[in-house]
Antibody, heavy 119, light 109 residues
Framework: QVQLQESGPGLVKPSETLSLTCTVSGGSISSYYWSWIRQPPGKGLEWIGYIYYSGSTNYNPSLKSRVTISVDTSKNQFSLKLSSVTAADTAVYYC?????????????WGQGTLVTVSS | SSELTQDPAVSVALGQTVRITCQGDSLRSYYASWYQQKPGQAPVLVIYGKNNRPSGIPDRFSGSSSGNTASLTITGAQAEDEADYYCNSRDSSGNHLYVFGTGTKVTVL
């Protein structure tokens, strides 16, 4: 059974860069699409972007200028970097993977990690 | 603003049927996937593609689509189905981007 686990700082200062890593276990990252999604407290889900294991990416246009998603197949990990953060970036960040749909659904999810942007 | 619109909340009596809808132009071309999220938990995929359920999802969950509207139906709702439900699909740009619906809170009475 594939499992995903997010890791990274829970507190980031305004204007700095948020960095999170998702470790994939129980299966190889060298297939499927891998995504990041976030959810501000009390609000809905927002798609951040995806990376294919080959390295091709696509990002939410509203975040594109600040987002980078990368993959490290040797470590079975993929990562998110979000620059110039503000309080509006405070959210639970989820990593997710698509085993079924060529990118069009998310069958594997991490438990999520809360990132707070505050000085 | 989200390109996929859902009703904010619906309620259903225990054992009855509830339909949750998701509207958006991109749904004329792409299927929606549906996610169940309970408080404090990660979302769970319940329906994908035309009408497919991942392993472990009860068959009381089903999906359908017509025109610009995708629907998730729970037939014989159970107390444990009380949750937030989100649809997800490609956006209308044609650039392989994705968007989530606004979410529907389902209350089982």
């Amino acid at each position: 059974q594939v499992q995903l686990q997010e890791s990274g700082p829970g507190l980031v200062k305004p204007s700095e860069t948020l960095s999170l890593t998702c470790t994939v276990s129980g299966g190889s990252i060298s297939s499927y699409y891998w995504s990041w999604i976030r959810q501000p407290p009390g609000k809905g889900l927002e798609w951040i972007g995806y990376i294919y294991y080959s390295g091709s990416t696509n990002y939410n246009p509203s975040l594109k200028s600040r987002v980078t998603i990368s993959v490290d197949t040797s470590k079975n990990q993929f990562s998110l970097k979000l620059s110039s953060v503000t309080a509006a970036d405070t959210a639970v960040y989820y990593c997710a993977g698509d085993p079924y749909c060529g990118g069009d659904c998310l069958g594997y999810w991490g438990q999520g990690t809360l990132v707070t942007v505050s000085s | 603003s989200s390109e996929l619109t859902q009703d904010p909340a619906v309620s259903v009596a225990l054992g009855q049927t509830v339909r949750i809808t998701c509207q958006g132009d991109s749904l004329r071309s792409y299927y929606a996937s549906w996610y169940q999220q309970k408080p404090g938990q990660a979302p769970v995929l319940v329906i994908y593609g035309k009408n497919n359920r991942p392993s472990g999802i009860p068959d009381r969950f089903s999906g359908s689509s017509s025109g610009n509207t995708a629907s998730l139906t729970i037939t014989g709702a159970q107390a444990e189905d009380e949750a937030d439900y989100y649809c997800n699909s490609r956006d209308s740009s044609g650039n392989h981007l994705y968007v989530f619906g606004t979410g529907t809170k389902v209350t089982v009475l």
